[in-house]
């Protein structure tokens, strides 16, 4: 919060939360941590059974966060991308929202490097996506057009 100066600051944050429930990420997520959950739970089972040696459930665990972490970064790429369209729909001026990321990733520079951004994309790459953005939704804006984010396949 310390970061954001007014409303539309705040608002680009929540839309893009608004985002992820809309798109039904946070399900995604829950399905894809359970299923990499399975495969460690067997792991698991299948030591104890072959070597005789208890893994206190190390495997499930480990499954558990890697398979969270199945197309987390698309999610977030997305969850930018549908938040542009919510805040642009709500009236919003969404010129400098790629700003709040920028902020963000100022504020946080290990971001900037891909390696650290295991769950979100690198603080440039989702720059200039959400400029991209921005003037796809502007075009539409000046055509008439719906204000509807394209499916991406």
Do not use: C, W
Not at 33 to 39: A, E, N, T, V
Not at 55 to 70: D, L, Q
Not at 121 to 141: D, G, L
Not at 142 to 148: S, V
């Amino acid at each position: 919060m310390r970061l954001f100066h007014n409303e539309t600051e705040l608002a680009a944050i929540i839309s893009h939360e608004l985002a992820h429930n809309i798109r039904g990420h946070i399900k995604m997520k829950k399905k894809n941590s359970l299923l990499g959950g399975i495969f460690g739970f067997l792991l698991d089972m299948m030591i104890a059974a072959k070597y005789g040696l208890n893994t206190g459930g190390e495997y499930t665990k480990i499954g558990m966060a890697k398979g969270g972490m199945v197309y987390s970064i698309d999610m977030e790429k997305e969850a930018d991308y549908v938040g542009l369209y919510i805040l642009a729909l709500s009236g919003y001026d969404i010129e400098e929202v790629p700003n709040v990321f920028r902020k963000l990733g100022a504020a946080h520079p290990k971001n900037i490097e891909a390696k650290y951004a295991t769950s979100h994309p690198s603080t440039p790459e989702r720059f200039i996506a959400m400029e991209k953005t921005v003037e796809e939704i502007k075009e539409k804006m000046e055509k008439g057009l719906p204000l509807l984010p394209e499916e991406k396949q």
